[in-house]
C-alpha cells in the first residue's frame, strides 16, 4: 500500500472509475439542520437531497456560511440532523463511524505539537487498541503514502504547512477508511503547495477509487479533483446545482488549460453567482 502517490512506475493498477451504477455509499433525504439561537435560529441545511456514490469524489462549494461544513459534519457524525435521513452504506452515521468508515481531514492540522510526526499518524491506533508494533508499522506505511518517509521523527512544528496537512491525511489513512471527508485542507496554504497537494490527491484517488467528500470555496480545486460538483448557497444553506464532470478519471495540472476544463469552472461560477441572486 505504501508509495501510492509517488508509485512512478505505476504499478498500481488503477480500479475502473466510478460510473453511474456504482453502489451509493451516502444517501441524504431532504436533511435540516437547524442551529439554535437567541435571537433567530440559523437554518444551515434546508432540504438536502444528494446520493454519492461509491469510488466518487465529491466537492461541496459554496460562500462562506452556506453549510459546507456542516453537511460534510452531518455526514461524518459530528453533527446530528434536525430533521430527514442520512444514510452511509445503508447504515446511520453514527454505525458508519463505529464500523470506521471514515477518516476526517480538518482545515487545519491539529497535530499535537509534543509528539512527533510518527507519534501523531499512531496516536488514533492507539487509542482504538491496535498493538504496539502494528501502530508503528501502519503509520510509518500512511507517512510513506504520502510522501514523509524520513521525516517519522520530526515534531510538527519543523515541518511546512504543507507537510503538516499531509502527516493528517496519513493519520486520517491509518485506518483505511472507505469514504475519506476533507473540510477545506488546504485552504490555508499558497498557490503552489496547493496545485503539488492537489495533484497527489488526484493520484491517490485515482490509485484506489476511495470515496471522497471535500469541502472547498476554489473553483479550480473543485474542478481538478472532483467527479462531481455540488454548488452550494446560504441563508439558508442549500444545494443549487449539482454538476457531474465530464473530466477523464486521471488528470494532470495540464488539464486545467484544456476547454473541456474552463467550460466546466465556468458552469461552476454560473450556478454560484445564480446560488447568490436568487434569495
Ligand atoms: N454550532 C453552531 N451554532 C450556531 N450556528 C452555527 C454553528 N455552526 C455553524 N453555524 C452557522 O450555520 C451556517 C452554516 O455554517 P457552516 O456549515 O460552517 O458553513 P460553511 O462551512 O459553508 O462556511 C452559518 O450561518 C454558521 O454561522
Ligand atoms: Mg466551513
Given at each position: 500500500?505504501?508509495?501510492l502517490i509517488?508509485?512512478e512506475?505505476?504499478?498500481?493498477?488503477p480500479?475502473?472509475?466510478?460510473t453511474a451504477?456504482a453502489?451509493?455509499a451516502?444517501r441524504?433525504?431532504?436533511?435540516?439542520?437547524?442551529?439554535?439561537a437567541?435571537?433567530q435560529?440559523?437554518?444551515?441545511l434546508k432540504?438536502?437531497?444528494l446520493t454519492i456514490?461509491q469510488?466518487?469524489f465529491?466537492s461541496?462549494?459554496?460562500?462562506?456560511?452556506?453549510?459546507?461544513t456542516t453537511?460534510?459534519?452531518a455526514i461524518?457524525?459530528?453533527?446530528p440532523?434536525?430533521?430527514g435521513e442520512?444514510?452511509?452504506?445503508?447504515m446511520?452515521?453514527?454505525?458508519?463511524?463505529?464500523?470506521g468508515?471514515?477518516?476526517?481531514?480538518?482545515?487545519?492540522p491539529?497535530l499535537l505539537?509534543?509528539?512527533?510526526?510518527l507519534?501523531n499518524?499512531?496516536?488514533p491506533?492507539?487509542i482504538?487498541g491496535?498493538?504496539?508494533?502494528?501502530?508503528?508499522?501502519?503509520?510509518r506505511?500512511?507517512l510513506?503514502?504520502?510522501?514523509?518517509k524520513g521525516?517519522?521523527?520530526?515534531?510538527?512544528?519543523?515541518?511546512?504547512?504543507?507537510?503538516?496537512?499531509?502527516?493528517?491525511?496519513?493519520?486520517?489513512?491509518?485506518f483505511?477508511?472507505?469514504?475519506?471527508?476533507?473540510d477545506e485542507?488546504?485552504?490555508?496554504l499558497?498557490?503552489?503547495?496547493?496545485?503539488?497537494?492537489?495533484?497527489?490527491l488526484?493520484?491517490?484517488?485515482?490509485?484506489?477509487?476511495?470515496?471522497?467528500?471535500?469541502?472547498?470555496?476554489?473553483?479550480?480545486?473543485a474542478?481538478?479533483?472532483?467527479?462531481?460538483?455540488?454548488?452550494?448557497s446560504?441563508?439558508?444553506?442549500r444545494?443549487?446545482?449539482v454538476?457531474?464532470?465530464p473530466?477523464p478519471?486521471?488528470?494532470?495540472?495540464?488539464?486545467?488549460?484544456?476547454p473541456?476544463?474552463?467550460?466546466?469552472?465556468?458552469?461552476?461560477?454560473e450556478?454560484l453567482v445564480?446560488g447568490?441572486h436568487d434569495?
Amino acid at each position: 500500500m505504501s508509495q501510492l502517490i509517488y508509485a512512478e512506475e505505476s504499478a498500481v493498477v488503477p480500479l475502473k472509475p466510478a460510473t453511474a451504477s456504482a453502489r451509493p455509499a451516502i444517501r441524504v433525504n431532504q436533511a435540516n439542520v437547524i442551529y439554535p439561537a437567541a435571537d433567530q435560529p440559523v437554518h444551515a441545511l434546508k432540504d438536502i437531497n444528494l446520493t454519492i456514490r461509491q469510488g466518487e469524489f465529491v466537492s461541496f462549494i459554496g460562500p462562506s456560511g452556506c453549510g459546507k461544513t456542516t453537511l460534510l459534519r452531518a455526514i461524518a457524525d459530528l453533527e446530528p440532523i434536525t430533521s430527514g435521513e442520512v444514510l452511509v452504506n445503508d447504515m446511520t452515521p453514527s454505525e458508519a463511524r463505529q464500523a470506521g468508515a471514515y477518516g476526517y481531514v480538518f482545515q487545519a492540522p491539529v497535530l499535537l505539537p509534543w509528539r512527533t510526526v510518527l507519534a501523531n499518524v499512531k496516536l488514533p491506533l492507539q487509542i482504538q487498541g491496535v498493538p504496539p508494533e502494528r501502530c508503528d508499522e501502519i503509520a510509518r506505511e500512511q507517512l510513506a503514502r504520502v510522501g514523509l518517509k524520513g521525516f517519522e521523527k520530526k515534531y510538527p512544528w519543523q515541518l511546512s504547512g504543507g507537510m503538516q496537512q499531509r502527516v493528517s491525511i496519513a493519520r486520517a489513512l491509518g485506518f483505511e477508511p472507505k469514504i475519506l471527508m476533507m473540510d477545506e485542507p488546504f485552504g490555508a496554504l499558497d498557490e503552489l503547495t496547493r496545485d503539488n497537494l492537489n495533484q497527489q490527491l488526484q493520484q491517490l484517488w485515482f490509485n484506489e477509487q476511495r470515496t471522497m467528500v471535500f469541502v472547498t470555496h476554489s473553483i479550480s480545486e473543485a474542478v481538478y479533483l472532483s467527479t462531481k460538483i455540488v454548488v452550494m448557497s446560504p441563508r439558508p444553506g442549500r444545494i443549487v446545482k449539482v454538476i457531474d464532470s465530464p473530466l477523464p478519471a486521471e488528470r494532470s495540472l495540464a488539464i486545467r488549460d484544456t476547454p473541456a476544463f474552463l467550460q466546466l469552472a465556468a458552469d461552476v461560477r454560473e450556478a454560484l453567482v445564480e446560488g447568490h441572486h436568487d434569495h
